[in-house]
């Protein structure tokens, strides 16, 4: 978790769209089912042409099979998921900041004051982005990293006009100075 | 055209099932501890936390215990 200043608070928290969960998940039920239907059908052909005697029952053994791929493809799913929700953005009245697990055992995290932005660009590109309402938002900043990155973003519209809006008031807000005597 | 027919004879024991049986529990939990460390470490929701978890284990746990049943089914009708 973050540490925050003395007076950040925390805006909103934003997650890659839920679109793309849902695809790794679907790829996931599909080569599931690939696997499971595949030595399925692999047996029943393969017993025209060969006889195999394992000593006891066949439909046990698939069961046990396919409950292995199961849970190996339960496993994943949840894998994707901690990469899902573990990569997130925090938006301050301050900053934002960019929690990326890029791994496991390697988080990163990446921030960009409000005051560094110089530009947002959103990019909304194909048909599935169109139609769920998701994209990418491009912060060019002044500061050492030229380009903040949030990619698969949900409303990047609405996520702009609100980093728009909390820039206007960082940049109105009197800032403290101190004087050393 | 002669058919090839072919007579394979592959003994499965239960003794071999429980070996890969145990390979795939140890597996599992050690997926399951770095997931598990993650959640901890980098999470933050503790509801959310909580939730994954029971949902991860119950479903799991099942799985498992599904597993270990079917194996002792075919150790059953071996006898």
Known sequence: MIQLNSDEIVVFEIRKHWFYIFWRALALLIVTAIIAGGVYLAVYFSSRYFQLNIGGSYEIIFALGFLAVLLIAWMSFFAFWTKYYLDYWVVTNERIVDVDLMGFFHQETAVVRLDQIQDVTIRVNGFFQNIFGFGTIQIQTAGESREFIMPNITNPEGVKETIFRLQNEAMEKPKKVEIAV | ?79
């Open chain 2, 1 to 79: 055209m002669p058919r090839i027919n072919w007579n394979l004879t592959v003994t499965v024991t239960p003794l071999l099932l429980w070996l890969v049986f145990g390979t795939i529990c140890v597996i599992y939990a050690v997926m399951s501890w770095i997931m598990v460390y993650h959640w901890d470490t980098f999470g933050y929701n503790v509801k959310h936390k909580l939730r994954v978890k029971l949902i991860y284990f119950v479903v799991s746990v099942i799985m498992l215990s599904a597993m270990a049943l079917l194996i002792w089914l075919y150790g059953a009708t071996l006898k």
